[in-house]
């Protein structure tokens, strides 16, 4: 399948799959300059990309596990989801739960976009809902 994106901005580089098998794509950070994220607080980061997502599929923005690994920076509104009628700009909404300021270098990969099937859903108000072993059983329920 191809998805078809343009640059925004000339400083954007293109999506990476960083290994054969790899589910996403790295998306990096298009800034001219180094952006500082102190800890509790959180940005936008552009990527200079806009894409053309196929009606019935959807892109997820999902963090990179090294950046949050090594220094508690992580995607807020994780998984952020690109619907496929968008066509602005994909920004990723990077947060530092760390302890000392992260800097966002230029061309930085901040970010990973996954390609997922949307199932196109009619939500129906009903009477009642069919039973299950589980039924009403919410939290904790499983006993773990």
């Excluded at 270098?105 to 009642?128: D, G, K, L, S």
Aim: aromatic share 6%; net charge negative.
């Amino acid at each position: 399948m191809i998805i078809p994106y343009i640059k925004l901005d000339p400083l954007a580089q293109q999506p990476q799959r960083m290994s054969q098998h790899a589910a996403g794509f790295d998306l990096s950070a298009c800034l001219e300059t180094p952006l500082s994220l102190a800890p509790g607080s959180w940005e936008a980061i552009p990527t200079g990309l806009a894409l053309e997502i196929p009606v019935g599929y959807e892109a997820q923005i999902r963090p990179r596990s090294g950046l949050a690994l090594k220094f508690g920076v992580t995607v807020l509104n994780s998984p952020g989801t690109i619907d496929a009628d968008y066509r602005g700009e994909v920004k990723v909404i990077l947060i530092n739960h760390g302890k000392d300021k992260f800097i966002v270098e230029p061309n930085m990969r901040i970010a990973q976009i996954v390609f997922t099937v949307a199932i196109a859903i009619e939500p129906t108000e009903v009477t009642e809902l069919q039973p299950t072993i589980r039924d009403t059983g919410g939290f904790g329920h499983s006993g773990h």
